[in-house]
């Protein structure tokens, strides 16, 4: 009501008034008519939508505890709720009982660890006659090529049945070339196909493990298993990383196997029935998340997915700012495409269940792929600073900032106990990253030029211990690169993001009361002028 007298008397003051005033001062009283009637109403709409979003996270993240918490107290371990029967070797009748294995593992130009793969999976205790290993290269390096090719020939030298296969193209990018191997004549026998990144290094018994599910329970399409790091105390950057992903595997593919039977592919570590795959129409590039792509259309053909979080495999983190960001571009602008492009096939679908389909829709794709990043920019970057230059906007700042350090607080002592020490860390890292995420998304949303980008994640390897090999391959421009590199380096939007923070920060010091939010501000704008100029990590190769 305050406010709305203060008007009027600008008004009528302003209509009444002796036309011989002031200029500057109209023009402020402008400005106040501005400020009232139009900013602090669209920063109050603003709020109410954050405080929507906000609700709709808080129902999500209890729906996800509470389905853990009953899955640890009443749940059955998959050996106990699916079928398991071991496969044990048979001397007399030799290989017959193990089932004939595809093993992908796709390569593009990464010379720093095609080893570790292709060595991981030549060393399966699976009888080798049961076992095609399919190097899929894609690589424009020919240096590249040739090293990867005699590794391959190594192996098949040591009796190891492993395929060689390059395209020549990159087309369909990781999609394009799973479809490749996928079309050769010998892959006709196979019944199931594991897939590798050529980071991952599952350990020798990982199909053994694994495989008996999928031979003992037709309905499933799919297991997945757990991704480790070797590399995440390389780094704050790989740290911060690992609470994440923790959360993802603990918590989202944990729920989503144990309560809907599905999830996500997530790419890499898991095996697929072959036949589910050509039921779901195969590896399609219509997006660059080829693998949530696939997971969707076979959940739509009636297939079930199962996660064993109790087998893990090994693999590695970006631990460059340059590498992460290119990555979260693919992962969080992918599923926002898929999602616009699959949604009403979801929601007509008559195969799946009315409680599946409000799972992918609500929680699988709008909640934890769109919502959570938006809600992220929208309230911290936005609405949060600007509460302090519209004072007439009132918000207990103090919530905003507690409520998410207990959340995390409590994710990450389950997820990831040992960083729970990190846990502001995280907070101000993942909202510093939240402008890329929420980008992306609006790119996949609204399909804008990059909505199909796919830049390979930088990966090192035991290449800091061994760097012989990969500078042969370098090119000699290094002032080029130099420049380059600086230009990749310094991030325009996150350091204007930073000088917007300093400015309402400064402004609330001097002029407001909350002193204590100031100082969570101050280490806010540190972590996005890290992000802003790439300090976060290792140095980019």
């Given at each position: ?6 008007a ?9 008034g002796s036309?011989?005033g ?26 109410y939508?954050?405080?929507f ?22 749940g059955?371990?998959?050996e106990?709720r ?19 294995v595809?093993v ?14 292709i060595?991981?999976t030549?060393?399966f ?12 290269d ?14 391959c ?5 040591e ?11 990159r087309e369909?990018?990781?999609a ?9 004549d010998?892959v ?13 290094q ?7 493990r694994?495989?008996?599910?999928l ?7 799919l ?14 950057l790989?740290?911060?990383q690992?609470?994440s ?25 898991g ?11 195969g ?6 998340a080829e693998d ?13 997915f199962?996660?064993?979080g109790?087998?893990?495999v090994k ?10 960001r ?19 096939q979801?929601a ?5 269940s009315?409680k ?6 609500l929680?699988?794709?709008?909640v ?44 990450t ?11 502001l ?27 199909n ?23 000699k ?10 230009k990749?380096?310094i ?7 930073a ?7 400064c402004?609330?010091f001097?002029?407001g ?14 972590f ?12 980019s190769?």
């Open positions: 009501m305050v406010e709305i007298v203060d009027k008397n600008i008004v009528l003051e302003w209509v009444f036309r011989e002031d200029i500057a001062g109209k023009m402020g009283q402008i400005l106040v008519l501005i400020k009232l009637f139009f900013l602090v109403p669209l920063v109050r709409i603003c709020l939508i954050c405080l979003l906000s609700f709709l996270l808080s129902l999500e993240w209890i729906h996800l505890m509470t389905v853990s918490v009953l899955v640890k107290l009443f059955k371990k998959p106990k699916f079928k398991f029967e071991e496969i044990k070797d048979d001397l007399e009748g030799g290989s017959e009982a193990f089932p004939l595809l992908q593992i796709p390569i593009a130009n990464e010379v720093e660890v095609y080893k570790l793969s060595g991981a030549c060393n205790s699976w009888p080798t006659d049961r076992l095609i290993i399919q190097v899929l894609d690589s424009s390096d020919q240096t590249t090529k040739d090293m990867i090719e005699k590794e020939n190594r192996w098949a030298n009796g190891i049945n492993i395929r060689y296969q390059s395209r020549g193209t369909g990018y990781k394009g070339a799973l479809k490749h191997g996928m079309d050769q010998y006709k026998q196979c019944e199931y196909v594991a897939l590798f990144d050529v980071d991952f599952p350990e020798p018994d990982f199909l053994r694994a495989i008996p599910f031979i003992h329970n037709p309905e499933l399409a297991v997945q298993t757990r991704w480790r790091f070797t590399n995440a105390d390389a780094c704050l790989t740290r911060l690992e609470i992903l923790d959360f993802h595997f603990k918590f989202e593919q944990e729920v989503g196997s144990s309560g809907y039977g599905f999830f996500g592919f997530n790419g890499s570590g095996i697929w029935r072959i036949n589910a795959m050509y039921d779901a129409g590896w399609d590039w219509r997006t660059t949530m792509d696939l997971s969707v259309r076979a959940a739509l053909k009636g297939w079930e199962l996660y064993l109790n087998i893990q693999s590695e983190l970006p631990s460059s700012v340059k590498a992460h290119s990555q979260q571009h693919r992962w969080f602008c992918a599923p926002a495409n898929l999602f616009r492009t699959t949604l009403v979801i007509i679908n008559k195969k799946v009315l599946k389909k409000l799972y992918m829709i929680s699988f794709f709008f934890r792929k769109i919502v959570g990043h938006v809600f992220v920019l929208l309230f911290y970057f936005v609405v949060l600073p600007l509460t302090i230059l519209f004072p007439e906007v009132v918000l207990r700042k103090d919530g905003a900032i507690v409520a998410p350090c207990l959340i995390t607080a409590l994710n002592l389950v997820g990831t106990p040992r960083s729970l020490y990190l846990i860390h995280w907070i101000l890292f993942e909202t510093a990253m939240s402008f890329r995420r929420t980008k992306a998304i609006f790119v996949g949303l609204f399909r804008a030029k990059s909505v980008e796919w830049i390979v994640t930088e990966k090192r390897g035991d290449s800091l211990n061994n760097k012989t090999n990969i500078e042969s391959t370098a090119p421009h290094h002032g080029v690169l130099q420049a380059k590199a600086l990749d380096r991030l325009l939007p996150e350091l204007g993001i000088v917007f923070l300093l400015a309402c920060g402004y609330g001097f002029y009361k909350e002193y204590y939010y100031y100082v969570y501000m101050l280490l806010q704008i540190i996005v002028t890290l992000i802003g100029f790439s300090c976060f990590g290792l140095k190769m």
